[in-house]
């Protein structure tokens, strides 16, 4: 098994805010038990001050909003060669078990696709979605959107499905490998706002040129970047998600599967 893909899936589950502050408030709690008071209530305090300042303030606000105005959104009405939907948004192991379509809060991509797919009826359709977590044999991404095209209006035929792919570098090397862009060929890429950065940048790695086509927004803009957050789990789920993206962008490009630390139009 590909060790970045390991070591990152590992070292992303620990320093999740979420996470990371359970378990630094978990070991403060040993602590106590084992007598070490001092260190153990300052962990405990530590971890419970840390919940409430990134779960209830705008904290992770301004951290997903310049991800997601690194790229405006698309205006565009020319023709395309294609459009390419990453993975990510389905949540396979149940769609597939109950076959109906199961998404997380980035279904919005498949409505796009959807969308996208009626509005240039002769572009080619690509998926590229495989299996992201590790030691799982849970069902594809692309299996899961099979069961979704029909709603979406498209047909299965229509569809190219790429997967393979555990991670966005393989999004973009697999479908690079698949389709095999010419040169003057536009692609439509289409994935949420704040992961447009990392996307764009491992598909200009691997030499395809892509147009990004953000979707899927979780903040208002610049203006209204001091909102709080009414319960601690949106709050921690939006630093979970902007964290996840900024530590991305500097491992991937520490890696080599990026050329630019934060990829700009």
């Known amino acids: 098994m590909d060790s970045f893909f390991t070591v990152s899936k590992i070292f992303w589950f620990v320093v999740a805010p979420s996470n990371a502050l359970m378990l630094i408030g978990g070991f403060g709690f040993v602590l106590l038990i084992a007598r070490v008071r001092r260190l153990g209530m300052g962990l405990l305090a530590f971890s419970i001050v840390g919940w409430a300042v990134v779960g209830f303030s705008p904290l992770a606000n301004h951290l997903l909003n310049p991800l997601e105005e690194r790229f405006p959104i698309y205006r565009g009405d020319e023709p395309v060669t294609g459009i390419i939907l990453l993975g990510g948004a ?27 797919a009626r509005k240039y009826p002769d572009a080619r359709l690509i998926f590229s979605g495989g299996n992201g977590k590790p030691f799982s044999d849970d069902p594809t991404e692309a299996r899961m959107t099979l069961i979704t095209l029909p ?16 991670n966005t570098a393989e999004n973009a090397l697999f479908s690079r490998e698949l389709l095999k862009p010419k040169l003057g060929e536009r692609w439509l890429l289409v994935t949420s706002a704040f992961h447009m950065p990392r996307a764009v940048g491992c598909f200009r790695k691997v030499g395809f040129d892509v147009i990004p086509y953000p979707v899927d927004f979780r903040t208002i803009g610049p203006d209204q970047l001091n909102d709080t957050f009414s319960r601690t789990a949106s709050g921690l789920d939006a630093a979970d998600i902007a964290i996840k993206e900024w530590v991305g962008l500097v491992a991937y490009y520490l890696s080599g599967k990026t050329s630019a630390l934060f990829p700009a139009p």
Request: negative net charge.
């Open 90 to 116: 389905e949540v396979a192991e149940v769609g597939v078990a109950r076959g109906v379509p199961a998404y997380s809060n980035a279904g919005e991509r498949a409505i796009a696709f959807g969308a996208l």
């Open 151 to 166: 709603d979406l209006g498209i047909p299965v035929e229509r569809v190219e499905f790429e997967g393979d792919s555990r």
